[in-house]
T-cell receptor, first 114, second 111 residues
Framework: NAGVTQTPKFQVLKTGQSMTLQCAQD?????MYWYRQDPGMGLRLIYYSASEGTTDKGEVPNGYNVSRLNKREFSLRLESAAPSQTSVYFC?????????????FGSGTQLSVL | DAKTTQPPSMDCAEGRAANLPCNHSTISGNEYVYWYRQIHSQGPQYIIHGLKNNETNEMASLIITEDRKSSTLILPHATLRDTAVYYCIVSSGGSNYKLTFGKGTLLTVNP
């Protein structure tokens, strides 16, 4: 049981390049999330998907797009990377339910934009 | 969601109990207290959560004051592997996307 799997683990881009971060979960969760974490900071929500077919903006959505391909997969795309997007990106999933909510996180993607 | 206040860092001796405090004086009646931790560069890991009663699981205990304005996470026998950043988060159930991770408390367990 892999949980939440993110690829790639590391990526270096040049300014203006595009790329897609992949995330897949095998826990049959309805909700999925993308966070970014800058050095010494907490996690900030970029986008989330409450269920298959729906996506919504989080705290810092500018410069990103997402696709909820199916229940398992939630991808994050940078169309034109900027140095300000250098960060560690975490994908997470959860099964919403009162009194039983837990976020399960992937191991992260370290992205550097030069 | 209510905001939380945590000390930036704490130390604990290996084998001793680690008590991590969190203030959440503006917590609402329907908001839960969640604790997560992040071990060096890994994804955060859920530890425990509670509404108003004290909770215990295989990882930790959560003590919530009667007025719910503060809580304490207790790691009963800290090990070196418990060195991590611990996040206290307050949120209403059913809205995980509103989980706001602050800077947390860096707990360092010393041999």
């Amino acid at each position: 049981n892999a949980g939440v799997t993110q690829t790639p683990k590391f990526q270096v881009l040049k300014t203006g390049q595009s790329m897609t971060l992949q995330c897949a979960q095998d826990m049959n969760h309805n909700s999925m999330y993308w966070y970014r974490q800058d050095p010494g900071m907490g996690l900030r929500l970029i986008y989330y998907s409450a269920s298959e077919g729906t996506t919504d903006k989080g705290e810092v959505p500018n410069g990103y797009n997402v696709s909820r391909l199916n229940k398992r997969e939630f991808s994050l795309r940078l169309e034109s990377a900027a140095p300000s997007q250098t960060s560690v990106y975490f994908c997470a999933s959860s099964e919403p339910g009162l009194a039983n909510e837990k976020l399960f996180f992937g191991s992260g993607t370290q992205l550097s934009v030069l | 969601d209510a905001k939380t206040t945590q000390p930036p860092s704490m130390d604990c001796a290996e084998g001793r109990a680690a008590n991590l405090p969190c203030n959440h004086s503006t917590i609402s009646g329907n908001e839960y207290v969640y604790w997560y931790r992040q071990i060096h560069s890994q994804g955060p890991q859920y530890i425990i959560h509670g509404l108003k009663n004290n909770e215990t699981n295989e990882m930790a205990s959560l003590i919530i004051t009667e007025d719910r304005k503060s809580s304490t996470l207790i790691l009963p026998h800290a090990t070196l592997r418990d060195t991590a950043v611990y996040y206290c988060i307050v949120s209403s159930g059913g809205s995980n996307y509103k989980l706001t991770f602050g800077k947390g408390t860096l707990l360092t367990v010393n041999p």
